[in-house]
């Protein structure tokens, strides 16, 4: 079985497809912790959303609420982002009538969420991640994650406040 790398945000939606114009469900979803894809992990993944019958397909709408796992853009440690996700689109069905691009529901009335989930998710995450405002960065030298502590390395361009405070410490020293 391969069921490893199957989306677990599949739903069977036959019963709407063959619904009237117009016949809705709201679906509730509430994971702990969901893969979406290689590279997507959210927790929790929560919130409703409308699945409405359409002579094109079926349309979704609702807000989900989630955490993000990224990365944090000066020390690379993990980051839990907070997102919202907004849906607001028409997956088309039959399949083959869907316009170029377009996302589509199976043949057999499955829907899966994750590939339109992962796209919206991605988007959420801007250029610039800090794990908290203040975060020292890794340093340029060796790499070091400076949150940890200060390395070795003798770095001359330094932010020129800790200059002023590197040579108050050493006049504290000259003088004793
Ligand atoms: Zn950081
Ligand atoms: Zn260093």
Request: hydrophobic share 35%; glycine share 6%.
């Amino acid at each position: 079985m391969k069921e490893k790398n199957r989306s677990r945000l599949r739903f069977n939606f036959g019963f709407l497809i063959e619904g009237d114009l117009g016949e809705s469900r709201e679906i509730e979803l509430d994971y702990p912790r969901i893969r979406v894809s290689d590279d997507v992990v959210l927790k929790p993944l929560q919130g409703k959303f409308q699945v409405s019958r359409t002579s094109k397909g079926l349309y979704l709408q609702g807000v989900l609420t989630s955490h993000i796992e990224t990365e944090c853009t000066r020390c690379l440690n993990a980051v839990d982002l907070p997102i919202s996700i907004e849906l607001d689109d028409l997956f088309y069905y039959p399949p083959a009538e869907a316009p170029e691009g377009e996302f589509t529901i199976g043949e057999d009335g499955i829907l899966d969420l994750a590939p339109l989930v992962r796209e919206l998710s991605l988007l959420e995450i801007p250029m610039q991640v800090f794990c908290r405002e203040e975060c020292l960065g890794l340093c340029p030298e060796c790499g070091q994650n400076l949150n940890d502590g200060p390395c070795d390395c003798q770095i001359d361009d330094i932010d020129p406040r800790l200059a002023a405070l590197r040579a108050l410490l050493d006049d504290d020293q000259l003088s004793r």
